[in-house]
């Protein structure tokens, strides 16, 4: 009985890999003959597995989706994978319980050997600070917004700008793809109204019923959608990732200091006192404070706009010293 049942558990490893198995191949992977194989494959379907058989002139099998959740096989590496992902991912949305029912759930069935691992791999995930009573995503707005996406149907909602606002006129949108960022969900959308490219923050919209008619999607700008949403964030226009303002300074602190606050600035070290920070923003003034937090002398690199920036911003700051 053993035997079998570890030949079982390899058999359906190989069936999960998504291809077609012959009985042939099935067979010399396992060391068994093929009548052996049919026995097990009826094994797998009376436990609940959809095993449908291919035809072909050397036959097969497919693993395929069945109508309820049967016992799943996963390694080692997938096992642990899974347990990181549930306790990551689902973060800041109504999933989140859910996901540490899974994860508990994930835990009982293990061996101890990997349950061990999994214990030593507690992760907690922290969100950005938020203002009092921060909306959590709600995971059926999730799965709502994903299928219109998959179903290419025009979406309508209501969207709350923001805490304390009344909620914009209803947005018609052809939804295309939809993503995470810094812990929050967004939808990317062809507005159909304004007639360009969206973000909208899925945990302020309120899909409406019925949808709208099916679309044939348009290209995105650049055709990638992690360089469209960066660059979007970053104040550009979708198809270029880099910051608008882009500018070189030198600082007269260690490498070490400025780095651990230098986000997605390169710091090159010059000396024991002195580095090198290559830093972006959405406007030159803005780059000019980013780099002004840090507390020590300045010397502008480049380019000539950035230096300009500075003597802006200082009389900004001089100006507001007086009000003061």
């Known amino acids: 009985m053993q035997k079998t049942s570890s030949r079982l558990l390899s058999l359906l490893s190989l069936l999960q890999t998504h291809r077609d198995w012959s009985g042939r191949d099935l067979a010399e992977r396992l060391d068994i003959t093929s009548r052996t194989v049919r026995r097990d494959i009826d094994r797998l379907r009376e436990l609940g597995y959809l095993i449908t058989t291919v035809k072909g002139p050397g036959g097969g099998y497919r693993l395929a989706a069945g109508n309820h959740l049967p016992p799943m096989l996963f390694d080692d590496d997938q096992a642990i994978a899974l347990a990181v ?97 810094r812990h929050r969900w967004y939808l990317v959308a062809w507005d159909l109204d304004r007639e360009d490219w969206r973000t909208f923050r899925v945990d302020r919209m309120r899909p409406r019923t019925p949808t709208g008619p099916r679309f044939a999607p348009r290209e995105l700008p650049g055709g990638d959608v992690a360089a469209f949403v960066t660059s979007r964030f970053r104040g550009n226009d979708g198809t270029r990732a880099r910051w608008p303002c882009e500018g070189e300074v030198i600082l007269h602190l260690p490498a070490a200091d400025v780095a651990p606050f230098a986000e997605d600035g390169v710091v090159e070290e010059l000396g024991p006192h002195h580095c090198r920070l290559t830093l972006g923003s959405w406007s030159w003034t803005g780059l000019a404070a980013a780099v002004a937090r840090f507390d020590t002398d300045i010397e502008v690199v480049g380019p000539p706009r950035l230096a300009s920036a500075f003597a802006e911003l200082s009389a900004r700051c001089a100006r507001a010293a007086k009000v003061a």
Request: aromatic share 2%; charged share 20%.
């Open 85 to 181: 992902a549930l306790q990551t991912v689902t973060v800041g949305t109504a999933l989140a319980d859910d996901a540490v029912r899974a994860l508990a759930t994930l835990r009982q069935v293990m061996p101890p050997r990997l349950r061990h691992r999994i214990d030593l791999l507690r992760v907690t995930a922290v969100q950005p600070p938020a203002g009092h009573g921060a909306p959590r995503t709600d995971g059926q707005v999730l799965v709502e917004v994903s299928r219109t996406i998959h179903a290419r149907e025009e979406l309508r909602f209501d969207h709350m700008p923001g805490s304390g606002t009344s909620a914009d006129a209803p947005r018609r949108v052809q939804p295309h793809h939809l993503v995470t960022w």
